[in-house]
Structures are given as structure tokens and as C-alpha cells.
């Protein structure tokens, strides 16, 4: 993993029209190729941080850097992976997944080589013409993180992927993120709501204040990679659960 | 891909937004439980009591036969029209004003919608001039659109247009702010181009309910062309219920009711089963 910055967040703060104060100075730095989680209380701006740096909403005050470079509007080399699947419900499964593809004008070929080699990636080809409606909530997911990788995005950002899903899924699905993630080694930065699954998936931990929402605390989980769902059990991982508890419940 | 086979799929109450003057055929049958071949031959049934009553009125000697024809008279007639070739001439005048009505209206008002959906600006300057038109009676004003385009096809392709213009404009705008703004973010994530946008997005989001109001629209515009046909007119199928009414000829009047009838349930049928071939996804929700 390298030490250099791909995203930085600069000094945000967010203000909404009515007068809510969602975000009030955060900086942060995401350095190449890292995974963060970010948690927080329900309410924190987490969601409204996740917009910004995807460039969907224009910051109050401060600004977004990629590559140094600051921007003010959506950027493809940013994926983004709602807590909705948000697939097009028109589209079949392939559809969905090539879409971005599409969008980007890439020629038929290479189109459909790629969707299908993300269909194999995310366990789901045999429904490649199955439309969303009939899917599992855990399938929608699985194709809204293809769908916002095909295209190699340089950061992906996710908000409470698994948030709608339940327990048992949500495990696999962390698993299986890890999966992907070792094959597409990508900049990361993902809010959930699980403690265990942060420290499952991320190098790095930030912690938010209530809202307005600051960043209050950065822990590192200096677990060794590959991990997967057996490390729940050991010592050091119940030991850093709980000390990234004991962070947030301080946290103010 | 969906295996449970729907009929004719009318979508629920709640998602169609001007079903007053659609067919509920479906809607009127509970759907939970299969149609047998019993309950197929029900409706045949009442159709053949409904005309034996209709013979045995006529037959009695209650009414002059030119005020209740019986249906083997006005059968004669319909007949009599389709073999010198005037009946199929007279349906086809009828039928192109219909058609053409309906694009003209339903392009005018799915470009207008659009924008009002699209634009505040746009829906704050022209909703006020949209409803006042809608509460424009067409039949009082039929008169002066003849007088303002002829008695040919245009006058009657206006009066079509206008009055499938506001269900269709309604669905629409309803359809487009309908779009749920995630999409939306998932668009712009993408940096899709308003072009892509339209055509990825807002056109097959807005599909369900702008073949809803093409449903409403096929029957609407028949009214339509009948209400230009009978204010003035030398062709069409409304242009012969109106001769025949001048002519005692009730048997006519009777045999191009039924035509224009059937004319606007095959239109409503067409639209039907464009939404079948092209909703499919949407089936798969609905279910
Ligand atoms: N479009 C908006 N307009 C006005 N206020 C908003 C808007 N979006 C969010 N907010 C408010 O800003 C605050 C932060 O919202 P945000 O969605 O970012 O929180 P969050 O941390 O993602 O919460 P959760 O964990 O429940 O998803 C909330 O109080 C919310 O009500
Ligand atoms: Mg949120």
C-alpha cells in the first residue's frame, strides 16, 4: 500500500437550505489503494460527505481534491454504490452492469467481454437476463458493486452497502467484498453502521461526531491480510471491536 | 423471463393516473383466481341473451322498425356497406384522422410535459393556460375549428389532438417527476449527457405511464374525430351516423357505432399490447 493521497476531503462543511448543519470542517485523506470505513451516528452527514466527495453535491465551504486536482462535478473515476441497489429496473442484470460501460461509448466487444467477466466475478451468471424486480436484496447489491467497478473507477464509495440486508447475508457479502476488493484493488471509503464490519474490512476506521458532523477519531486495524469472516473470533479482533466501540462512544 | 402469464394488463388503480376513461376490463375481475372454461363462455353468453332481447323488442311490434331495427336488419346493412367497399373508405377516413390526431397530441404533449416536468419556469408560465384549456368543452368549439381549418382532415386531426392532449400531458409530468433522484445521482455519477439521460433514464421510466395515457388516449380520440365528423364533414365513420340519423336510416346509424366501437377497442387493444412486448420488466414489478 502506498502513502499517497488519491482523495482528500479539505476543511467541508455543509450547510443545508433549511438551515441543518450536516458537516462542519472535516478533512480527510484517503491514501491509494486503502480501505476506510467511516462510522458515525445516524443523522452525522455521512451520507451528505459521501455526495460531496463523489461530487454530486457541491460543499458549503472547503473543497474536494482527486489527484490533487479539485472538482466540482461527478467524476466517472469515482464509483459510487448507494444504500439503495438503485439498479435500472428496465435493465436486466447485464444491462445494469454494462450501463456505465455504455454510457462511457466502449465499443459492443469489449462491452460484453467485460460484463462478463464481472458477471463471473459477482457469482451471477446465470442471471444475466433475470430483471431487478426478482432478485434478492443481496443480488441487487452484489450487481450495484459490480456496476460501480466495471468501469475501474479509481475510488469507489460506498454508503451502508449491506444496510438493508440481513446479518447472515451481510457477513458474506463483507466476504465477498474482500474478495472482490483483492482482485480490484481500489481506493475505498465505506460507510457502515456494524462495527465488526468495519474492522472486518478496513485498514483504517474514522469515527464521526453527532451531527455536525466531525471526524473524531482515526483508528488503524493492523490486521494482516487476506482476513475473512474466521478472524470474528480471535482475541485481537474483539479487542479492536471494542476499542473502536469505546471511540465512538466517546466520541463528541 | 416472467412466468406468470397476465391478461391483458391494465397496471393497478393506483398507478394509472387517468383511468376514467379507459377500458376496466380486467380491472373489473378479480384476478386471484384462473379464469375457467366456464367463466370464458359467460360473457358470450350474455351477449347472445342481450341481442335475442333486442330481436324480441323489435319483433313485437312495440316500436316502428325504424326507430328499433333488428339486429338482423342492421346486420344486413353493415353487410351491404362492407361489400361496395364504402364501409372500409369511411373507416379509413375515420382512422387516419384518429391516428394522426394521436401523434400530433401525444408528441405535443410528451415534449410539453417534459418540459413542465423539467422546468418550474416552464410549469409556473403554462399550467394555468394548460388546465383552462383542458376545461375547454370541445364540442363548443369543434364549430370554430372547422370554420378555422375546413371541412377536410386538419379540423378533425386538431379536435383528436387536443383532446388526448391533457391525460397525456398529466402522465407525463407525472411519469418524469416520478423518477426517483438516486437514478438520478446514478446518471450524473456516470456523467451521462443530457441525451443519455433522456434515453437510459427518463424515457423508459416514464414508458409505464406514458403507455397508460396512449390506452386512455385510443378511445379519447375516437370521440374525437367523431365530434369533427358530425359538426361538419363528407367522409368518416361519425360523418355516417350523422347521414343516417338526416336519413331515418337507423340501421346505419346502428352498423357505424358498432364500427367506431370496434375501431376504438382494436386501437385500445394495439395499445395494450405495446405495453405488453415493451413493459415486461414492468409486469415483473407489478406482480
Ligand atoms: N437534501 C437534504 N436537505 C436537507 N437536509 C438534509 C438533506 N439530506 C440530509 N439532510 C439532513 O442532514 C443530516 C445528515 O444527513 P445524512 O443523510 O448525511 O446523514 P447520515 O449520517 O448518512 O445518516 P444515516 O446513518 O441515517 O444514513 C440529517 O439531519 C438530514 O436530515
Ligand atoms: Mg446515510
Redesign the interface.
Known amino acids: 500500500m502506498s502513502d499517497q493521497t488519491i482523495l482528500a476531503a479539505e476543511q467541508i462543511s455543509h450547510l443545508y437550505p433549511d438551515g441543518i448543519h450536516a458537516l462542519d470542517n472535516v478533512t480527510l485523506r484517503l491514501a491509494c489503494e486503502s480501505f476506510v470505513c467511516l462510522v458515525g451516528p445516524s443523522g452525522c452527514g455521512k451520507s451528505t460527505l459521501l455526495?460531496i466527495l463523489?461530487?454530486?453535491l457541491p460543499p458549503g465551504a472547503g473543497h474536494v481534491l482527486l489527484d490533487e486536482q479539485p472538482i466540482t462535478?461527478?467524476?466517472?473515476r469515482?464509483?459510487?454504490v448507494?444504500q439503495?441497489a438503485?439498479l435500472?429496473?428496465?435493465?436486466t442484470v447485464y444491462g445494469n452492469l454494462s450501463?456505465?460501460l455504455?454510457?462511457?461509448g466502449m465499443p459492443v466487444a469489449e462491452r460484453d467481454e467485460r460484463t462478463l467477466a464481472m458477471l463471473n466475478l459477482i457469482n451471477l451468471e446465470e442471471f444475466a437476463?433475470?430483471?431487478p424486480?426478482?432478485l434478492s436484496g443481496g443480488m441487487a447489491q452484489r450487481i450495484a458493486i459490480g456496476r460501480a467497478l466495471i468501469?475501474d473507477p479509481q475510488v469507489l464509495l460506498l454508503d451502508e452497502p449491506f444496510g438493508a440486508l440481513d446479518a447472515l447475508t451481510r457477513e458474506q457479502m463483507s466476504e465477498e467484498l474482500l474478495r472482490i476488493w483483492a482482485r480490484h484493488r481500489k481506493t475505498v471509503l465505506m460507510v457502515t453502521h456494524s462495527i465488526p464490519e468495519a474492522v472486518l474490512l478496513a485498514d483504517r476506521v474514522l469515527v464521526m461526531s453527532p451531527r455536525p458532523g466531525r471526524i473524531v477519531a482515526d483508528v488503524e486495524i493492523p490486521l494482516s491480510r487476506p482476513r475473512s469472516l474466521d478472524l470474528l473470533h480471535r482475541p485481537d479482533f474483539v479487542a479492536l471491536t471494542e476499542r473502536l466501540r469505546h471511540s465512538i462512544r466517546t466520541a463528541h | 423471463m416472467n412466468s406468470r402469464v397476465q391478461t391483458v394488463d391494465e397496471g393497478r388503480p393506483d398507478h394509472q393516473t387517468v383511468p376514467a376513461s379507459s377500458l376496466p376490463s380486467t380491472l373489473l375481475v378479480a384476478q386471484s383466481r384462473p379464469r375457467t372454461r366456464w367463466n370464458l363462455l359467460l360473457a358470450p353468453t350474455v351477449g347472445i341473451i342481450l341481442l335475442l332481447i333486442w330481436e324480441g323488442v323489435a319483433q313485437s311490434g312495440w316500436y316502428a322498425s325504424f326507430i328499433v331495427p333488428s339486429p338482423v336488419r342492421v346486420a344486413n346493412r353493415w353487410w351491404a356497406l362492407a361489400a361496395d367497399g364504402s364501409l372500409l373508405r369511411h373507416t379509413a377516413v375515420t382512422l387516419r384522422e384518429v391516428l394522426t390526431g394521436m401523434m400530433v397530441g401525444v408528441l405535443a404533449a410528451f415534449w410539453l410535459g417534459y418540459a413542465i416536468a423539467k422546468s418550474r419556469t416552464a410549469a409556473y408560465a403554462l399550467t394555468p393556460y394548460l388546465v383552462a384549456l383542458q376545461a375547454v368543452p370541445i364540442v363548443a368549439i369543434a364549430p370554430l375549428l372547422i370554420i378555422w381549418f375546413g371541412a377536410g382532415i386538419a379540423s378533425k386531426v386538431i379536435i383528436c389532438a387536443l383532446i388526448v392532449f391533457f391525460p397525456m400531458l398529466v402522465n407525463t409530468v407525472i411519469g418524469i417527476r416520478g423518477i426517483p433522484p438516486e437514478l438520478r445521482d446514478l446518471m450524473r455519477s456516470l456523467e451521462a449527457n443530457p441525451f443519455q439521460t433522456f434515453w437510459h433514464l427518463e424515457l423508459p421510466a416514464a414508458m409505464p405511464v406514458v403507455i397508460g395515457g396512449l390506452k386512455v388516449s385510443a378511445t379519447l380520440s375516437v370521440i374525437g374525430a367523431v365530434v369533427g365528423e358530425f359538426v361538419s364533414a363528407s367522409a368518416g365513420l361519425g360523418y355516417l351516423v350523422n347521414f343516417g340519423r338526416g336519413t331515418y336510416d337507423t340501421p346505419l346509424v346502428i352498423a357505424a357505432v358498432f364500427t367506431l366501437t370496434a375501431l376504438a377497442m382494436t386501437l385500445y387493444g394495439l395499445a395494450a399490447w405495446l405495453e405488453h412486448i415493451l413493459l415486461d420488466w414492468h409486469k415483473a414489478i407489478q406482480n
Open positions: 455526495r463523489a461530487g454530486l462535478q461527478p467524476q466517472r469515482i464509483g459510487i448507494f439503495k438503485n435500472l429496473p428496465w435493465r450501463l456505465p455504455e454510457l462511457a437476463d433475470t430483471y424486480a426478482s468501469h
